[in-house]
């Protein structure tokens, strides 16, 4: 059983930071990527930012210069800076993970239960 649990979210004003953790614990042999999604109200959920597991990170045009992910692979953990947040950041953010377990040889998506970020104008 793999679990991934966020923790950071809340409300901040226009302008401001918040800083989004994520950690992957259970039978985990092997990750792949970790990636933070989001979905607002009304709205499909979508890739903010990826982290592979060879180093490379991929944002999502709209926070480009002002999200930054980190991944800790030692602790199975990622992370996600918001700087310069807009109330259009707000929304429900999802850490997601695919990975393998000791008992399967198949890679598997993982997903939290989301932590929401509310940013007031």
């Known amino acids: 059983q793999v679990q991934l649990v966020e923790s950071g979210g809340g409300l901040v004003q226009a302008g401001g930071s918040l800083r989004l953790s994520c950690a992957a614990s259970?039978?985990?042999?092997?990750?792949?990527?970790m990636s933070w999604f989001r979905q607002a109200p009304g709205n499909q959920r979508e890739l903010v930012a990826t982290?592979?597991?060879?180093?490379?990170?991929i944002y999502a045009d709209s926070v480009k210069g002002r999200f930054t992910i980190s991944r800790d692979n030692a602790k199975n953990t990622v992370s996600l800076q918001m700087n310069s947040l807009k109330p259009e950041d707000t929304a429900h953010y999802y850490c997601?993970?695919?990975?393998?377990?000791?008992?399967?040889?198949?890679?598997?998506?993982?997903w939290g239960q989301g932590t929401l970020v509310t940013v007031s104008s």
């Open positions: 982290f592979s597991s060879g180093g490379m990170t």
């Open positions: 259970g039978n985990i042999h092997r990750i792949n990527t």
């Open positions: 997601n993970a695919v990975l393998k377990t000791y008992d399967s040889n198949r890679w598997a998506e993982v």
